[in-house]
């Protein structure tokens, strides 16, 4: 059982017999911890590590119940901050647009689609829809190479995302300077 608890919570319980790891002890522990200035993923993971320490004691049957032990929050977490269009505006000025094109549309298309880098990174030209919508769209779904399935998105549902008119400009900028007509070649 012991090697199941993580280090800090088996120093602070571990003494304790089974049956008096109680939800009062363990919120006790996590007051603690917090005054530590511990994580709230970490005592996340210990509590996790102490529930199924005490699961596997019912099942070896060293223990009649396990305790219903409350998961605490995850205080750790910070929320998104969004751009503000000043600051998208300066970062799209310092894009490396000369030198690295590709790695600079790239993150333009980013910045503006909200896409993941998978997502963006995945996509060849005839995934680009450009009479959908307003400004054109880019499909994204699953990437199929000689019949096999080398990406799919993370719901693993396929979705158009719209292209801002600026995006849609860039693209067509990005689409004529490339060499060959390639529908099937990489988008970046």
């Known amino acids: 059982l012991a090697e199941m608890i993580g280090r800090s919570i088996l120093a602070?319980?571990?003494?304790?017999?089974?049956?008096?790891?109680?939800?009062?002890?363990?919120?006790?522990?996590?007051?603690?911890?917090?005054?530590?200035?511990?994580?709230?993923?970490?005592?996340?993971l210990e509590i996790r590590h102490l529930q199924q320490a005490l699961g596997l004691a019912v099942t070896e049957g060293k223990l009649?119940?396990?305790?219903?032990?409350?998961?605490?929050?995850?205080?750790?977490?910070?929320?998104?901050?969004?751009?503000?269009?000043?600051q998208s505006e300066a970062m799209i000025l310092q894009l490396p647009w000369a030198t690295?094109?590709?790695?600079?549309?790239?993150?333009?298309?980013?910045?503006?689609?909200g896409c993941r880098r998978g997502e963006l990174l995945s996509r060849v030209w005839s995934?680009?829809?450009?009479?959908?919508?307003?400004?054109?769209a880019i499909w994204i779904g699953d990437r199929v190479e000689d019949g096999v399935v080398t990406w799919s998105p993370k719901t693993g549902k396929?979705?158009?995302?719209?292209?801002?008119?600026?995006?849609?400009?860039?693209?067509?900028w990005w689409n004529m300077k490339r060499q060959h007509d390639d529908d099937g070649a990489w988008l970046f």
């Open 64 to 86: 009649m119940t396990a305790p219903a032990l409350k998961m605490p929050a995850n205080t750790g977490a910070k929320p998104h901050v969004w751009l503000s269009p000043e």
């Open 158 to 172: 396929g979705r158009t995302i719209p292209l801002s008119s600026g995006l849609r400009e860039v693209l067509l």
């Open 12 to 44: 602070e319980l571990g003494e304790l017999p089974l049956d008096e790891v109680t939800p009062a002890v363990v919120d006790g522990y996590l007051v603690g911890r917090r005054e530590e200035g511990i994580r709230g993923r970490t005592l996340q």
């Open 127 to 136: 995934d680009v829809r450009w009479s959908q919508g307003p400004s054109g």
């Open 100 to 113: 690295e094109p590709a790695s600079a549309v790239a993150i333009y298309a980013a910045l503006e689609t």
